[in-house]
């Protein structure tokens, strides 16, 4: 046939288009340059990110770590509210924190954006708020991928992932195998839910019939708002931490899925517990509206929800006073809430022996919060 119009499929009759992507690229690539330091080669656009690794060769035994994540069902809040830029830093703090764990600094990340239809102004804000988290973590976006998926995704949709790699020390890896008898816990506060139990948290409000824009006086602004608090950010004050305490900071524990106790029980040994005392502080007041609403067991709450614990530090007793200084002058702030010592075997409903495949350590929450 010659002449007219051509007739068959295309890829944009298939729902992909293509020049929706380019566009989303353009407008993220000033908050993605600002991550970017000296050691990032060939900046955005490659089919691979390249980073300078010379800096390793001046380590004695480098140990490369890496991590991946995404934000979960927060991300239905985000779309809801129609608010795109603040569950990437979501997504850095639930991957890059993980490595901090062990002690180790960032140094790069990539995401990934499945949606159903390429908004160029949606997705650019999405990888907006991954970068505003790198640029705060010290860690360089170094490239990711936006896929639209027509048919599998409804045009609204998207979810975000992303993944990690960080280096450390060998001989100053954080864990249990640092872990002594008479250590001490400290708790770091949360900034709120940060990005964990949200099908929990969002079947409790639907079960209520509630709107996320409803203002609820004592979170002191609308349901939306307070679900959407990003995730805080502990790479830095637990690096500073790291260097400011050495030996002395024997592991740190990131509280996402599963709670406080069985995330702190994956970084203690086995025979040994911590004992945490819940008086030593309140839960944020949407910890309890969420309980109260939903009829929502204690322990279920605990099972699923941080506490307003989103970090913890296992640190010699000598080193208390220092390690909360340390953490008052980078804002977090931080308190004494327990302490390890040997594991007596006891057990029973209250007591958490390790998580996620990690013959560890046990943990028992003791004690009742104080009223907030």
Request: aromatic share 2%; proline share 5%.
């Amino acid at each position: 046939m010659s002449g007219g119009a051509p007739t068959g499929t295309t890829y944009a009759a298939a729902g992909v288009d293509v020049e929706a992507g380019d566009r989303a690229v353009a407008l993220m690539r000033e908050a993605v340059a600002r991550t970017h330091g000296p050691e990032v080669v060939g900046g955005l656009g490659g089919f691979a990110g390249l980073f300078d690794a010379s800096a390793l060769v001046g380590m004695r035994r480098p140990l490369l770590t890496t991590s991946t994540d995404g934000v979960g069902t927060k991300i239905a809040v985000a779309r809801a509210m129609g608010v795109h830029d603040t569950v990437g830093i979501d997504l850095v703090a639930m991957v890059v924190d993980d490595i901090v764990v062990s002690g180790a600094r960032p140094l790069f990340m990539t995401d990934y954006i499945a949606c159903g239809r390429v908004d160029p102004e949606r997705v650019a804000d999405l990888v907006r708020g991954v970068a505003r988290g790198c640029e705060e973590t010290g860690t360089a976006l170094v490239g990711g991928e936006t896929a639209e998926h027509p048919g599998l995704m409804e045009p609204d949709e998207y979810d975000v992932a992303g993944a990690a790699t960080g280096v450390v020390e060998a001989d100053d890896v954080l864990g249990p195998q640092r872990v002594r008898d008479g250590d001490v816990v400290l708790a770091m506060a949360s900034s709120g839910l940060h990005s964990n139990g949200y099908s929990l948290v969002r079947r409790v409000v639907a079960d209520a019939g509630w709107g996320l824009e409803r203002h609820v006086d004592e979170l002191g602004r609308t349901l939306g708002e307070e679900l959407l608090e990003p995730t805080r950010l502990y790479t830095r004050p637990c690096l500073a931490l790291a260097r400011g305490l050495g030996a002395d900071l024997r592991a740190l524990s990131h509280v996402t899925g599963g709670g406080l106790a069985a995330n702190l029980g994956r970084v203690l040994p086995a025979g040994l517990q911590a004992v945490v005392d819940r008086g030593t502080w309140a839960p944020p007041p949407v910890v309890g509206l969420v309980g109260r609403l939903g009829g929502v067991p204690r322990a279920d709450l605990e099972r699923t929800l941080n506490m307003g614990v989103g970090m913890v530090a296992v640190v010699a007793p000598d080193a208390v006073d220092g390690a909360l200084a340390h953490l008052a002058t980078a804002g977090v702030s931080a308190w004494v809430a327990g302490g390890v010592g040997p594991d007596d075997g006891g057990r029973g409903p209250e007591v958490t022996v390790g998580a996620k495949g990690v013959d560890g350590g046990s943990v028992v929450l003791r004690g009742e919060h104080p009223s907030a």
